[in-house]
Nanobody, 125 residues
């Protein structure tokens, strides 16, 4: 089992930046996809970005391409999400996710096994 702890959320004005961090602990052997989903009240979780710890391949939702950058640490247990040019519609609870079965975490949330508790991002206009 893998435990995921997020940090770095907060409030920012539109056009600003935030950097989220996710640290994995527990059974972290082997490569896996690690990524970020977000969710607003009454809506389903939406995949935002994903990175494969093996070769560093990255994947993004169309809504964040060119604004968000996902990266992993050399230890392959830490992932960051750099969010630039934030918009009010980026406001959501952001969740870190990891799964050894996939190279890309941008899939149905039901297919993913390990989730963090979430960190709130609020973007004001």
């Amino acid at each position: 089992q893998v435990q995921l702890v997020e940090s770095g959320g907060g409030s920012v004005q539109a056009g600003g930046s935030l950097r989220l961090s996710c640290a994995a602990s527990g059974y972290t052997y082997g490569d896996r996809c690690m990524g970020w989903f977000r969710q607003t009240p009454g809506n389903e979780r939406e995949g935002v970005a994903s990175v494969f710890t093996g070769d560093g391949s990255t994947f993004y939702a169309d809504s964040v391409k060119g604004r968000f950058t996902i990266s992993r640490g050399n230890d392959k247990s830490t992932v960051w999400l750099q969010m630039n040019s934030l918009k009010p519609e980026d406001t959501a609870m952001y969740y870190c996710v990891a799964d050894r079965r996939w190279g890309n975490c941008l899939r149905s949330p039901a297919q993913l096994g390990n989730w963090g508790q979430g960190t709130q991002v609020t973007v004001s206009s």
